[in-house]
Structures are given as structure tokens and as C-alpha cells.
């Protein structure tokens, strides 16, 4: 299916930083992915080992909890990039010109201050974690099998610091956008029409074909 929104592209600096992050952006949703594709097979595996052979996998719980920070998080900046994320598109839709430029700059404004702070905040706690004169780097690990925690809690300040300068990009094409007067900036979600929705799903269709 397709999105519902667009992202226009050109030869700007804003636009150029655009698509130099949207690689980083896609490579971390395909890691996301993966672990959801990874636990898929490790939940077979436990129930298949403990439905024949009475021999769950030990610590799948543990693995659950190691790679939910991936699942749950590492692929956020990609979706707000493209703003398929949840949006109140009734809303939005309803605003044109300079007004709808002003309501969606102070949007990314505010969760971009939102996001520094949990940064900061996630940091912390990954730093509370980590400790390389303690065996595997760890002050602490999980129940079962002792896997390290720091990994699962580096992810999220990584992850929130690419979606930063996500937000960052945006602030930009918003700012711009509104002191401009642009119809249709670069570098930001653009909605899309019912009919451009569905002309955009024909493509993809025809492409699959």
C-alpha cells in the first residue's frame, strides 16, 4: 500500500541532506525487520522444542527483551521522514499555505525538544550500563541467560539521534516553507489526496505485475 503522504526532492542543500540520510534512515528499518523476521523463527523453534522434544529454547524471553528496543524504535525516523507515522491528517488536511506551514513547524519543534531530551536521557541510562572493567562491558544482563542489557539500551539513543536530525531537516523545510511561502517544500511529509493515493498504489501495483 502505498503512504499517505509524499516527500518531493531537488537539487538543494536541504534536499541533498535529505537523501543522504534517508539511507541511514532505511538501514536501520531493515534491522528492525529482521528481529521481528529473527523472532518468528525463535518462537518456532521454542515451540517446536518444547512440543517434541520437551526442551524449550532457553532464554527466549531474554532474546524478546533484547530486540524489542529494535523492533520498537530503530525504524521511527524512517516513518517520520515519509509521515506515515500516526498523524492527524483530518486536521492537517484542512490547513493550506503559510497557515499549515506554521502548525507543522511548532509540531516538529516541539517533539524535536522531546526527542533531545530523551536522548539525553536514554544515554544515561545506557552509560549506567556499560562498564568494560566487568566482564562482556555489562553491569547488569538479564535473568535467564545473562545476556548484556547495554546493546538493547545503546539502541535507543541511537535511534533517537537519527530521528533528531530527522526533525532537524524538517524544522528546516518548514521554517522555510512558511518565511517563503512555498506550496511544496523538499524534505518534509507532503499529504497526498484520495486520488493521488490511489494513483500512487496503481503504480506500485503495476510495478508488482
Not at 82 to 102: C, P, Q, S, Y
Not at 157 to 177: D, E, K, M, N, T
Amino acid at each position: 500500500m502505498a503512504g499517505s503522504a509524499a516527500v518531493l526532492e531537488d537539487s538543494s542543500l536541504l534536499s541533498k541532506l535529505d537523501r543522504m540520510l534517508l539511507p541511514i534512515e532505511r538501514f536501520c528499518a531493515l534491522l528492525s525487520g529482521l528481529a521481528v523476521f529473527s523472532l518468528m523463527f525463535l518462537a518456532a523453534y521454542s515451540v517446536t522444542g518444547r512440543k517434541f522434544f520437551a526442551s524449550p529454547l532457553l532464554g527466549y524471553v531474554d532474546y524478546i527483551e533484547a530486540a524489542m528496543p529494535i523492533i520498537a524504535i530503530f525504524g521511527v525516523s524512517y516513518v517520520a521522514r515519509d509521515g506515515t507515522h500516526i498523524r492527524m491528517d483530518m486536521l492537517v488536511n484542512a490547513l493550506k499555505g503559510r497557515t499549515l506551514w506554521f502548525f507543522e513547524l511548532v509540531s516538529a519543534l516541539l517533539m524535536l525538544l522531546l526527542i533531545v531530551g530523551l536522548t539525553y536521557g536514554a544515554w544515561e541510562h545506557f552509560d549506567r550500563s556499560f562498564d568494560c572493567s566487568r566482564p562482556f562491558c555489562s553491569r547488569d544482563s538479564s535473568i535467564d541467560i545473562s545476556l548484556p542489557i547495554w546493546p538493547s539500551k545503546l539502541v535507543v539513543p541511537v535511534a533517537f539521534s537519527i530521528l533528531a536530525l530527522r526533525l532537524l531537516l524538517q524544522v528546516w523545510g518548514y521554517g522555510r516553507a512558511l518565511v517563503l511561502g512555498l506550496e511544496s517544500p523538499v524534505a518534509v511529509p507532503l499529504s497526498l489526496t484520495i486520488e493521488q493515493q490511489a494513483l500512487a498504489e496503481a503504480k506500485i501495483m503495476e510495478g508488482d505485475s
